[in-house]
């Protein structure tokens, strides 16, 4: 079994930051991708932004140059540096890892934009 633990969510400005942590433990083997979902009120769960195991990025159109992605092998860990947050970037966000074993989520942690 996997678990996966974020922080990092909160309510901030428009133009404001935010860096949203996970950081996954249990049965972790092998090479494995991870990334950031998001889902608003009444909106599809959307991919942000995902990286594999050999740092193959990539961003969905509406975050990139404001959003970054990382993670530590090391410490089964992914973040998301989120600059110039947007209200339209207000959503659930949700960590994610692909292993072979199976699809994993956290619990989502809520970003809010508001003036």
């Known amino acids: 079994q996997v678990q996966l633990v974020e922080s990092g969510g909160g309510s901030v400005q428009p133009g404001g930051s935010l860096r949203l942590s996970c950081a996954a433990s249990?049965?972790?083997?092998?090479?494995?991708?991870m990334g950031w979902y998001r889902q608003a009120p009444g909106k599809q769960r959307e991919l942000v932004a995902g990286i594999t195991s050999d740092d193959n990025i990539k961003y969905v159109d509406s975050v990139k140059g404001r959003f970054t992605i990382s993670r530590d092998n090391a410490k089964h860990s992914v973040y998301l540096q989120m600059n110039s947050l947007k209200l339209e970037d207000t959503a659930v966000y949700y960590c994610?890892?692909?292993?072979?074993?199976?699809?994993?989520w956290g619990q989502g942690t809520q970003v809010t934009v508001s003036s």
């Open positions: 994610n890892v692909l292993l072979k074993s199976g699809n994993y």
């Open positions: 249990g049965s972790i083997f092998g090479t494995y991708a």
